[in-house]
């Protein structure tokens, strides 16, 4: 209800909250207490197709879908319903907008409200494969501004700041609610070796009730687990972006409404799960570490959505984060990269476009889609609503100083896609309350303990060694070279600090202590304050 109040009001809105907490109707009550046709930008053509038919079921509203799917007759009446007033939603992928025609006949249309469905996909997909997410503001410029509101199941302070920066949001109203999810138990445990991890995953999976998820880093592990699960007896069937359309849809039909003897468990990359509303998944376990708590969480909230009791495991080999090191360096870009882009630009006397860049260029896709979003940051490039890249009219600056500039952005951005990382790690090696770590991530408060995780079910929690931390696991610090930090935990002698612009370090305890290394930022002092130096026992 604050949510629609909020949009009906006239404010932008970001809401995030946990799948099944009712999102959709957010945007469908909002969206027919106001007049005009509202666009809802989805990133798959499935979830677009669900949501149009379920409104359709309903007798709700009139939708129409707009996708890759349709031939020119469908698109061409269904946007021309949308300016007629024929219709209530217009269903799209943000792939269409990169079409002038399309473009135009939906500013014609007068939108109302703009949804960014799984919002959080602008900062996880747009600076990669598809950065037809980072346009998003600008095509709600183009579309005559109408209200945005933006909705997802999972995004951290420093992902919400990004969607609303991108989508250039004005004073928006931000909701995050709801997610503790108490009928789900978390647990990690840490292997010594991969075959160690194999046999206890499979023994995990033949113990385990019902239906579930079992998450991998790639396309050849999922076929090789589900290849191990069938072995054992298991009706397991696999899932990842390198499958034909119709043979990923039949498989997740096959998971979704058949019996657990036909497909009880689905072993699948990151390309699984979104939009997916199958109640009673009773266990979601990752193989592989994901590449960040905000992905980890919204891929264990596929489980126990019917509130009943479901198992989140995370099966946990340190060497396993180099995986996702490797995945996450596919899209780096140099400067002299940076500085090719953008002398292409500057050499075009009109607006050019992604293909042709990249055939001068010789960069991957993701690679020029980083450098893009790079240049057009530091204001060297000018991305249009259609994808088109020219030179900003008002500033010409040097090839080699915006590649420059952009390059530090581009490293930062990286340095905090680590941290991402790191910040996944220290949930698999933790030594407190895991649900305490996951809410205080999202910006929820916890107690320090609960009744659903392997760490405090076994008292972990409580035997912390508090006296030997000079600052608390998850405060804030400051250094006087690296700047602000995230303490992310301890090992031995040492701590682990995340920092906004150095990345992760590794600090001696005793060095902290003794040269007053670091300062604490506790919001609720008015000044820092330094760790103060181990007291000495008193002999007797």
Known sequence: EEAIR??????????????????????????????????????????????????????????AVVNSTIGKRRKQAALDGARHGELDFVFLAPEQFNDEATLARLRQA??????????????????????????????????????????????????????????????????????????????????????????????????????????????????????????????????????????????????????LREARVIVATTAFGMGVDKPDVRFVFHSDVSDSLDSYYQEIGRAGRDGEPAEAALFYRPADLGIRRFLAAGGRVEQDDLERVAAAVRASEAPVGPDELRDQTGLSQTQLANAIAGLSD????????????AVPGRQRRSAERGARDAARVHQRRRAQEQGRLEVMRAYAELGTCRRKFLLEYFGERARDRCLGCDNCARGFAARQRRQREPFPVKSW?????????????????????????????????????????????????????????RPRRARR
């Open 6 to 63: 909020a949009v009906v009001g006239g404010r932008d809105t970001l809401v995030v909250m946990p799948t099944g907490a009712g999102k959709s109707a957010i945007y469908q009550v909002a969206a027919l207490l106001l007049r005009g046709p509202t666009l809802v930008v989805s990133p798959l053509v499935a979830l677009q197709r669900d949501q149009a038919l379920a409104l359709a079921r309903g007798a709700v509203a009139r939708a």
């Open 378 to 389: 530091v204001g060297a490039v000018e991305v249009t609503p259609t994808g088109t890249v």
């Open 477 to 533: 610090v400051r250094h006087a070279d690296w700047g602000k930090g995230l303490v992310l935990g301890y090992e031995a002698e040492r701590m682990r600090v995340l920092f906004d612009e150095a990345g992760e370090k590794q600090l001696s305890v005793a060095l902290v202590r003794e040269r007053n290394l670091l300062e604490s930022l506790d919001e609720r002092r008015q000044e820092p304050r330094t760790a103060a130096p």
């Open 110 to 259: 007068r939108p109302r409200l703009m949804v960014v469905d799984e919002a959080h996909c602008i900062s996880e997909w747009g600076h990669g494969f598809r950065p037809e997410y980072l346009r998003l503001g600008a095509v709600a410029e183009a579309l005559g501004r109408p209200r945005l509101l933006a909705l997802t199941a999972t995004a951290s302070a420093a992902v919400r700041d990004e969607i609303v920066e991108r989508l250039r949001m004005r004073d928006p109203f931000v909701l995050v609610r709801g997610f503790d999810r108490p009928n789900l138990r978390l647990s990690a445990r840490t292997f010594p070796s991969e075959a160690a991890k194999r046999r206890a995953l499979l023994e995990a999976v033949a113990a385990a009730p019902g239906a579930g998820i079992v998450y991998v880093a790639t396309q050849k592990r999922a076929e090789a687990l589900a290849a191990a699960l069938e072995e054992h007896g298991e009706a397991a069937v696999f899932y990842h972006g390198g499958m034909a359309r119709k043979e990923r849809d039949a498989v997740q039909d096959a998971f979704m409404a058949a019996g």
